[in-house]
């Protein structure tokens, strides 16, 4: 199997629109490649291009690139919501719909039968095992994980996930990718929760615990972890800005791979069933107003 050099990356699709999807499109607009974004809903990639206009707008606002390169990123960026011309002759395909395995095999399996088969393919899963979504190819070797963190634009990580499948090459060129999209990359294997949602989620969950348990209110108990520990967002300021239902779906994945102490909280059930999801609906461990800001 050939991949195309870093350099051949010329077009990229994103599949998904969404919160992932946007910001991925963002940076790969910037790092100078044509960017197909693809969402099945129609009018969610005409949402997405307004989110990402906006982010480049703050930047220029803030002096941290000029009106130029804002305007010369939005004209790589095509809208589509039809599947096979968002992929048809793209160099690589970045996957970033929700964590539902059968949903990432299906789009997949999609996807295989239409891109060249020398396209490198990614899926931005948190959690998901890349192994089990590559079983819908072809040839499984092509598919890495590379997981981005919220907000895209801003957060310098990506995890890059090998299976045991996984073809050395693509590992090294989805290394190369991130680094060219401005981000520090590291490589884990495929193993639940990764590095970072495994870490992640154990001092989250612990934090809900804690306010359950009436041990500290959600502002105090991030503030310990910000002045105390140097993160630079607490726990559950960061639950509410990922989205309580993500991260239950998270938790839930990883109780079934790795045990109780991964068991969701009852008062994170109880938030998602009620639609407290976080930022993106005003309210989860904290209320926002409606452009973002915490109140």
């Not at 998904?16 to 044509?34: D, K, S, Y």
């Not at 000029?66 to 048809?88: G, H, M, S, V, Y």
């Not at 976080?278 to 409606?290: C, P, V």
Request: hydrophobic letters at 45%.
């Amino acid at each position: 199997m050939t991949l195309p050099t870093l350099d051949e990356i010329r077009t990229v699709a994103v599949i998904g629109a969404g919160t992932m999807g946007h910001g991925i499109a963002h940076v790969a607009a910037q790092m100078g490649a044509r960017v197909h974004l693809y969402d099945s809903m129609r009018g969610a990639a005409r949402a997405g291009v307004a989110k990402i206009t906006r982010n480049l707008d703050k930047g220029v606002e803030l002096g941290k690139l000029q009106a130029a390169e804002r305007d010369a990123a939005l004209a790589r960026i095509t809208e589509f919501d039809e599947l096979t011309p968002a992929c048809k002759g793209v160099d690589c395909v970045i996957e970033a719909v929700p964590e539902h395995l059968e949903l990432k095999r299906e789009i997949f399996g999609s996807v295989d039968a239409i891109v060249s088969p020398h396209a490198l393919l990614a899926t931005n899963t948190s959690s998901l095992p890349v192994g089990e979504i590559a079983t819908s190819l072809r040839h499984p070797g092509r598919l890495i994980g590379m997981h981005f963190f919220n907000p895209v634009h801003l957060m310098k990580l990506v995890e890059i996930v090998r299976h045991g499948r996984s073809n050395p090459a693509a590992v090294a060129l989805a290394v190369a990718l991130a680094e060219k999209l401005g981000k520090t990359p590291i490589v884990v294997a495929d193993s639940p929760g990764f590095a970072s949602s495994r870490l992640g989620l154990v001092l989250g969950l612990e934090a809900m615990r804690m306010v359950e348990q009436g041990v500290a209110s959600a502002a105090d108990i991030d503030t310990a972890m910000k002045l105390g520990y140097g993160h630079p967002m607490g726990p559950l300021e960061l639950t509410d800005l990922v989205g309580l239902d993500v991260r239950l779906g998270i938790a839930e994945y990883l109780e079934s791979a790795l045990g109780a102490a991964f068991a969701p909280p009852e008062l994170l059930r109880k938030k998602v069933e009620a639609g407290k999801l976080g930022k993106k609906t005003g309210e989860g461990f904290y209320r926002w107003s409606a452009d973002g800001k915490k109140l």
